[in-house]
């Protein structure tokens, strides 16, 4: 994931803002999945992008919309928290 993120890819957090702002991954977007339909346009659609959020089910949601929008660099990394460990482990 570091070497993703250092090669581009976005971090995007589909959390709440309330849950986003007590504590969110350095560098992380957030749009929260209700809201992430109405902003796609905010990526382009060759640039990585990496979709987190607290247990997992929102961030695959968010891949299966982003992918079904032609996104094809979409990773699913679920828990915000155990990517942030990954990334500290990297």
């Known amino acids: 994931y570091a070497q ?3 090669e581009g890819a976005i971090v995007l957090d589909v959390r709440t803002p309330t849950e986003f ?3 969110h991954i350095t560098g992380a977007v957030n749009i929260p999945i ?3 339909r109405d902003n796609l ?3 382009a659609k060759q640039t990585p ?3 987190c959020c607290t ?3 929102k961030s695959w949601y968010a891949k299966n ?3 079904a929008n032609g996104y094809r660099k979409v990773i699913d990394a679920g828990n ?3 990517l942030q460990r990954r990334l500290q482990q990297q």
């Open 4 to 6: 993703l993120i250092g």
């Open 21 to 23: 702002n007590q504590a």
């Open 34 to 36: 209700e809201k992430l």
């Open 41 to 43: 346009h905010q990526f």
């Open 49 to 51: 992008i990496i979709a």
């Open 55 to 57: 247990n997992g089910s």
């Open 65 to 67: 919309l982003l992918d």
């Open 80 to 82: 915000w928290v155990k």
